[in-house]
């Protein structure tokens, strides 16, 4: 049984900067696409940003160029690197496998306000 943990939200001022954190455990993990997710108050989840087992990766239109998706397999782990924050991506932020989506971790929650 696979098991996602994410850490690393928080409040940050619009133009800041965070690192989330997705802790895998339960199978393995080097063999697994990842990509993380967020869902705003009101609205659908969304996919941000997917990377393969092998490094490469994809981004939603709305974080290119601010957003980094990358991974640790050594430690299980996957983080999103989040630049020139803004209002918008105010939501709550899960990892999960896109090719074969798990059950849910509790997500970390960001807000982005002055």
């Known amino acids: 049984q696979v098991e996602l943990v994410e850490s690393g939200g928080g409040l940050v001022q619009p133009g800041g900067s965070l690192r989330l954190s997705c802790a895998a455990s339960g199978r393995i993990f080097s063999n697994d696409g990842m990509g993380w997710y967020r869902q705003a108050p009101g609205k659908q989840r969304e996919r941000v940003a997917t990377?393969?087992?092998?490094?490469?990766?994809t981004y939603a239109d709305s974080v290119k160029g601010r957003f980094t998706i990358s991974r640790d397999n050594a430690q299980n782990t996957v983080y999103l690197q989040m630049n020139s924050l803004k209002p918008e991506a105010t939501a709550v932020y899960y990892c999960?496998?896109?090719?074969?989506?798990?059950?849910w971790g509790p997500g970390t929650p960001v807000t982005v306000s002055s």
């Open positions: 999960n496998m896109p090719c074969a989506l798990v059950s």
């Open positions: 990377i393969t087992s092998g490094g490469s990766t």
